[in-house]
């Protein structure tokens, strides 16, 4: 009886570890939003760039954390997320002024904003699931400059094909304010959590067993390329949307915006926070941010007693620049060391036959 | 048919560039399975070095530029690369990615983000006249230049001991160790190679444009490091080979097609990297499996 008791016991606690996992992180989320909101407005427009690189960063540990692959190629989704909802929700007269090389049918194509972001989630899935047969056999530094040379092309598209956008050098602008930080919150929430579903899956299960031992698990008859078909292409669907919510966030677009740097800053997260676990991701991001807003502070001069202390501009990105190559020489499992929070008030559970690890 | 010639011997000379671009990080690649992003940080120290000191005559400008971008390249390995011995190729791949965007802020925060001009090698900016076919000079000295390197390189690496080391441990880090060939020595090595191969592309690079900015090495770089991957970064000539191709497929675009379609020879170039790595993942020119499958 008290067998069959501690064994119920330690299944509901199997089930509960990784919920606690989730709402600990969807807390942190909330409070991190709710302390700012009590802050200025620019720190707000901070955070809430901050929470659609959170997003991205969730989108980037959904595909790198669960195969082990790396991908440099995410910004290529985000990419055209966000030009999808810039060409679904600039007003049309805009358009015909501004983008007059436009395929005529784009000119009168609208949606309201909160259909364009899901739009732009499919459009970046689509793109993912287009190219995945190409890029998912890779593994290493292959897939790290395949995946590199899809954002090349993409980014290259966007800047000089002007039937789709702007004419090279221009921006896309005239994108509504119509998104606040709490809506950008809901997202990141949203995007966590469909993460942490995610995690549950079959094919992240499988994935997860490829990533440990590729040879054993195509040797017990896993199809490593066909979940990692899977796995891409639900990561592009959030980074897609994760792109929607950058145009409408920050309502100019241009290709360049969305290419190298951003892949180092979101990738520099990911490395922060511990890229095998979602935990990583969504600690990664908020800390680097919180670590950038401090600076971007420091370069505008902060006082301390009677002293006012800066640092000189451009010194922010080295700093960011250093953090990354540090944790990757001295921390390369990153803050969290790839493992999910967990309940803190138990003791360590006892490894059980037949139950699964609950870190991961 | 002049016009042809012209175009071919651009392109061979853009092939020749990104061929030892390529070749210099196959080298490093070689011996530590580094794909060196921060290669173009290098390539863009040595040329800021002869915009900077280009009055002072190239007698010493050259030499310079040489002597920077070894200090620089070993100055890598010695503070990050030598810390990560047992990362995988991915994560030194990340690692230098944000090396490299390190020192381009770092460039930035320096020298502005502004581009430095100087007249480096005027000289060679004029063209010839080879029976009716106007060549550019520049063309024909990269064209010498990349291929007496070779020559040396080659020389070195088949008749010199420390080459010989070098090739030893290309081919097999563990066992080179255990038959008593200093690592340290070998790795330093291969770097050191590697920053001359940079200066000698920056030299050329900087005589074309004159003018320097802070992510002056990144589009040489990443079409170098393409082109290594596809033509087989695991052996130095697959690297070199392919480094060519691309440069010489480049350049070839840019002179054939038509405008319109000109703005996006890197998109043509990228994806037929793709198609490449699907169908021969560890390289064109290496039979078997390689490193692709690690």
Redesign the interface.
């Known amino acids: 009886m008290s067998e069959i008791l501690s064994k119920s016991k330690a299944s509901l606690r199997w089930r509960l570890g990784p919920l606690w996992s989730l709402a600990s992180l969807l807390m942190l989320v909330y409070l991190v939003t709710l302390a700012n909101s009590f802050m200025g407005e620019s720190l707000q427009v901070q955070l809430q760039f901050a929470l659609v690189n959170l997003i991205i960063v969730v989108a980037l540990q959904m595909f790198i954390g669960t195969t082990g692959v790396l991908s440099f190629g995410h910004i290529a989704f985000v990419a055209v997320g966000a030009w999808t909802v810039g060409l679904l929700t600039i007003e049309p007269d805009l358009k015909r002024s501004l983008l007059s090389d436009m395929f005529p049918f784009l000119f009168d194509v609208q949606a309201p904003w909160l259909v364009a972001v899901f739009i732009g989630g499919l459009v970046g899935g689509l793109l993912a699931l287009i190219v995945s047969p190409f890029l998912m056999r890779l593994n290493g530094l292959q897939a790290g400059i395949a995946t590199f040379a899809l954002l090349g092309v993409v980014t290259q598209v966007l800047t000089y094909w002007s039937s789709i956008g702007p004419r090279s050098g221009q921006s896309m602008v005239g994108i509504p304010d119509v998104l606040n930080l709490q809506t950008t919150m809901f997202f990141a929430l949203g995007a966590i959590v469909i993460a942490w579903l995610f995690q549950r899956t079959r094919p992240a299960r499988l994935l997860r067993a490829a990533r440990e031992d590729g040879i054993a698990a195509a040797a017990s008859g896993i199809n490593v390329v066909s979940q990692r078909i899977i796995a891409f292409t639900i990561s592009g669907i959030v980074a897609g949307v994760a792109g929607g919510l950058f145009a409408l966030t920050n309502r100019v677009l241009q290709a360049q915006q969305l290419g190298i740097e951003l892949t180092f800053i979101t990738l520099a997260m990911l490395v922060l926070g511990g890229m095998l676990s979602l935990s990583g991701a969504v600690i990664g991001a908020l800390v680097f941010s919180v670590i950038d807003v401090g600076l971007v502070q420091l370069q505008a001069g902060v006082d301390i007693g009677s002293f006012v202390v800066s640092i000189p501009q451009g010194v922010r990105p080295i700093i960011l620049g250093l953090i990354l190559v540090g944790f990757l020489i001295f921390r390369p499992s990153g803050l969290t060391r790839g493992r999910e929070i967990v309940w803190p008030f138990r003791p360590q559970r006892q490894a059980l036959p037949g139950v699964p690890p609950e870190n991961e | 048919m002049n016009q042809f010639i012209q175009s071919l011997v651009d392109a061979i000379s853009g092939g020749a560039i990104l061929g030892l671009a390529a070749l210099s990080i196959g080298l490093v690649f070689g011996v530590i399975r580094l794909?060196n992003f921060a290669q173009g940080e290098i390539i863009t120290a040595a040329a800021y070095t002869l915009i900077f000191t280009w009055q002072l005559g190239w007698f010493i400008s050259i030499p310079l530029s040489i002597v920077v971008a070894v200090a620089l390249s070993l100055l890598m390995e010695f503070t990050?690369f030598s810390?990560?011995r047992t990362?995988?190729?991915?994560?030194l791949?990340?690692?230098s990615?944000?090396?490299s965007?390190?020192l381009q802020?770092?460039y930035?925060?320096l020298f502005t983000n502004t581009v430095q001009t100087a007249p480096v090698g005027s000289a060679l900016a004029q063209s010839i006249d080879v029976g009716g076919v106007r060549i550019q000079m520049l063309s024909v000295v990269t064209i010498i230049l990349a291929g007496s390197l070779l020559y040396g390189l080659t020389l070195f690496l088949a008749k010199s001991s420390l080459g010989l080391q070098l090739q030893a441990a290309a081919a097999d880090f563990q066992t080179a160790r255990l038959i008593g060939i200093s690592a340290s020595r070998v790795i330093g090595l291969s770097f050191a190679l590697s920053g001359v191969l940079a200066a000698a592309v920056a030299f050329v690079s900087t005589v074309q444009t004159g003018a320097v900015g802070p992510s002056f090495g990144?589009p040489i770089v990443?079409l170098a490091?393409?082109g290594a991957?596809i033509g087989g970064?695991d052996k130095l000539s697959g690297a070199l080979a392919g480094g060519f191709l691309v440069g010489f497929a480049t350049s070839m675009l840019a002179s054939w097609l038509p405008q319109d379609f000109s703005?996006?020879r890197?998109?043509y170039v990228?994806?037929l990297?793709?198609?490449v790595?699907?169908f021969r993942?560890?390289g064109l020119l290496i039979r078997g499996r390689g490193?692709?499958?690690?």
């Open positions: 794909a990050v810390r990560m990362a995988t190729p991915a994560t791949l990340i690692a990615f944000g090396l965007f390190l802020r770092v930035e925060m990144v990443i490091l393409v991957v970064i703005n996006f890197d998109a990228f994806g990297v793709i198609l790595l699907l993942p560890s490193v692709a499958r690690t």
